[in-house]
């Protein structure tokens, strides 16, 4: 079973760091585009970062680019979101996310097709 198990997350104050974890097993994902993307209640999935299959290419949101750090181990199957300078417009619930279409970092939800649960941070002012 491919599953995607995210860790890392909790309750932070404004300026403070949290470094999220994404364990994956099932299959190999070294060859996988990964992403994370977060959500609000009532409002729809915000992209937050993606890396390419061998990390070479990353991307990264207007609102986050400068904070938050995406990486990858690929022996491990894991990859990590280091996010610093926390804010409050932060608090999300953070999914991580594979694709087996492509190799390459994308900002499109839709090009992922293994995802997370989910793990919520919240980030108090």
């Known amino acids: 079973q491919v599953q995607l198990v995210e860790s890392g997350g909790g309750l932070v104050q404004a300026g403070g760091s949290l470094r999220l974890s994404c364990a994956a097993s099932g299959r190999t994902f070294s060859s996988d585009a990964m992403g994370w993307f977060r959500q609000v209640p009532g409002k729809e999935r915000e992209f937050v970062a993606a890396?390419?299959?061998?990390?070479?290419?990353?991307y990264y949101a207007d609102s986050v680019k400068g904070r938050f750090t995406i990486s990858r181990d690929n022996a491990k199957n894991t990859v990590l979101l280091q996010m610093n300078s926390l804010k409050p417009e932060d608090t999300a619930v953070y999914s991580c996310?594979?694709?087996?279409?492509?190799?390459?970092?994308?900002?499109?939800?839709?090009?992922?097709?293994?995802w997370g649960q989910g793990t919520q941070v919240t980030v108090s002012s």
């Open positions: 890396i390419s299959w061998n990390g070479a290419g990353t």
């Open positions: 996310a594979a694709s087996d279409t492509t190799r390459w970092a994308r900002t499109n939800e839709y090009v992922y097709n293994y």
